[in-house]
């Protein structure tokens, strides 16, 4: 697939999921620079950065793909020979996409612990890191009881389910508008995230706030899993996290509403990190208030701030 390509699918959400959509810039970004022929200076750079700003503007919210191109450049530069520029990418390129499939991997087992034997958990949307705690509690020998919301209006409940049968588990599927009626019987609520703010706000699939209070109202566990790369150090900038909002066809088909009327397709939501017990990650479990350590250890972005600059 070209980098177009990618960036088109992920933009029609064929390709999806914050870290799938990472993993695939990243391959996209070591492609352009595997098939580039020249030797011109500057010119594999630039062709990168056309690349990663087509990607980048593929789908604003999930900071999984900003961070993932960003370490794709790590310790690049525009006066670099092409040749070292090349090995540079696509070895930076290798090392994202193998550590973001280690770190599910880790935030399963890690995750799993906090699942205990005969756990009502459920979950939103179809998030893998998510996924990967569920279903390695009951790889660990748990009886786990899954249940997933139908996540409209894309329906990703749909492929939770299936992933959650492929594993062996039998799933129970609810439509969104359940989930305060069904908290009565969940034990755990385990998410995704697509974006965590520095002051540990978690940016996620649009209803998962909603869950989250009537999660907090039963006083039922709230947990997020995601990768140390969904956390932000744009919102460090002090930059809000744009929420996407797609076409209304997605919602609606034509003719189903009467001419003039407004349809809203926002695609997420933010939850408070009042609500949030604990967030899974692959370098252990966290606070959501140790965003901000997460952003600075793992991403590098201590030095945010000129001291010496007037502000
Ligand atoms: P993983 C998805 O976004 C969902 O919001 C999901 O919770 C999140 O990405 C994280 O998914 P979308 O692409 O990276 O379906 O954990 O809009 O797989």
Redesign the pocket.
């Known amino acids: 697939m070209s980098l177009r390509d990618i960036a088109d699918g992920i933009r029609s959400?064929e390709i999806?999921?914050?870290?799938?959509?990472a993993r695939r810039a990243a391959e996209a970004l070591r492609q352009e620079a595997m098939d580039y022929k020249g030797d011109r200076p500057g010119e594999l750079w630039d062709v990168l950065q056309r690349g990663k700003e087509e990607l980048l503007a593929s789908r604003p919210t999930?900071v999984?793909l900003w961070n993932g191109v960003q370490s794709v450049f790590k310790g690049t530069s525009a006066q670099m020979a092409s040749e070292e520029l090349r090995v540079m990418v696509m070895d930076n390129a290798d090392a994202f996409i193998s550590r973001s499939r280690q770190a599910v991997e880790i935030i399963g087992k890690v995750g799993s612990k906090r699942i205990r034997d005969g756990d009502r958990v459920l979950t939103?949307?179809?998030?893998?890191?998510?996924l990967s705690v569920i279903i390695q509690a009951f790889k660990d020998g748990k009886r786990v009881e899954a249940y997933a919301t139908e996540s409209r209006p894309?329906r990703?409940g749909l492929l939770t389910v299936r992933d959650l049968s492929a594993a062996g588990l039998r799933p129970t599927m609810v439509v969104d508008s359940a989930a305060r009626w069904l908290m009565k019987d969940i034990d755990v609520v385990v998410?995704?995230?697509?974006t965590i703010c520095s002051n540990g706000a978690v940016i996620?699939?649009i209803g998962t706030s909603q869950i989250a209070l009537a999660a907090h109202e039963a006083r039922v566990p709230f947990l997020v899993?995601?990768e140390t790369f969904k956390f932000s150090p744009k919102t460090m900038y002090g930059e809000l996290v744009e929420i996407e909002e797609r076409d209304s066809s997605e919602v609606v088909r034509k003719g189903e509403v009467p001419e003039g009327t407004r349809i809203l397709n926002p695609?997420?939501d933010a939850t408070p990190p009042e609500y949030i017990d604990a967030i899974i990650t692959e370098v252990g479990v966290v606070p959501p208030s140790a965003a901000y350590e997460i952003i600075v250890k793992e991403l590098g972005h201590e030095f945010i701030f000129d001291r010496n600059e007037k502000w």
């Open positions: 959400m999806r999921g914050a870290a799938e959509i999930a999984s939103h949307c179809n998030s893998k890191a998510a894309w990703q998410v995704g995230a697509d996620n699939k899993a995601a695609v997420f």
